[in-house]
């Protein structure tokens, strides 16, 4: 484990402030999770994602970094870089690098299938945590057999899965296997998205099914049990964001792709304090869309009173050292059992 401890004092304080300007307003003005779609470029074309479609350019390198300033001065605590996929810029270990010296969580996610291609032990001494998207839609499953090799870059892999409606009998075999090899899962379903087909699962069906393996794999599943057991009834909000590939801010949603503001020329804070951005979280709030986009809705869930500590579980667990970090340690001795079972159940 490299970066889990790096945060300051400073910067958990004043995310409990912003979380508790929240509360007192009773609304997510002050968000603390962003997602940086830092590129378009993809190497897949999954059926129920419409992001490979996207003809927004990016930044280069100087506008990613004033992007990146604008976020760490802001009440984000957390930054995942996402695409796309990251890996395809060509200057990503110098947007690491600049991420280190900000007093933020970072972690980015990929659907690579060859990681040996991209120089993976420089990356990930940047990174507090890495999620590797696997399943269907990525035909990339085999990904699950070099689980063990990721798990010996020295810090927290997560395997993020997206079920579609035809997946769920196949999810226990992907989650057995993070379990065996010490990595987390964050299990969503396959979001409906403009020109796309509609893969979305049944919710009483994925629900109970991820709460099932949930309690069966402790501490593997990070997908917050308010989420599971509210997605028919719960609505987002805006804890969350996420940042188009120019700067361009999606707000309230990126459902909708509606943007607002850029953000190499407008301050972050600077605009959820403003008139306009009440105006989006109204419309988010009011929206009847419920599209369950699992950033908009389960984020929330990390700092919802009744509900943190069932999501932070998982997270407590690794900084204490119980059940997938003692997992991870015999994998990264190669001390580890790791059964192929996932790979019968899976065929």
Sequence with gaps: MKNLAKQSPKKYLNTAGYI???AWHNE???PFYASYK??????????FCNVWMEKTPDLDTDGVKKVIDNIANSSIHVLSLEGGDPLLREDLG??????STKDMQVFITTSERDFSK???EEYTRYLDYLHISVDEGHRNLYALDKLPEFIKWGIPITIQIVVTKDDIPALKAKIKRCYECGAKAVVMPAV????TKDYFPDTGEFSSEVLRLRRKYRNTIITPVGYLKGMD?????ASSIIIDSNGDLFYPCRTKAEKAVNLTEV????FVRSEQARRGRKAMAECDRHCLWYQYYATQYYTNPRHAMSSLMPYIAERLGFGTARRRKRVMEGNALVSSEWREEQL
């Design 118 to 120: 991209y120089p993976m």
């Design 28 to 30: 997510a003005i002050y």
């Design 94 to 99: 110098e947007i690491l690098r600049h991420i």
């Design 38 to 47: 830092v590129t378009h470029r993809c190497n897949f074309r999954c059926k």
């Design 192 to 195: 409906h998205l403009d020109d």
């Design 233 to 237: 009834t719960i609505h987002c909000d």
């Design 20 to 22: 508790a300007a929240n």
């Design 267 to 270: 301050k972050l804070l600077d």
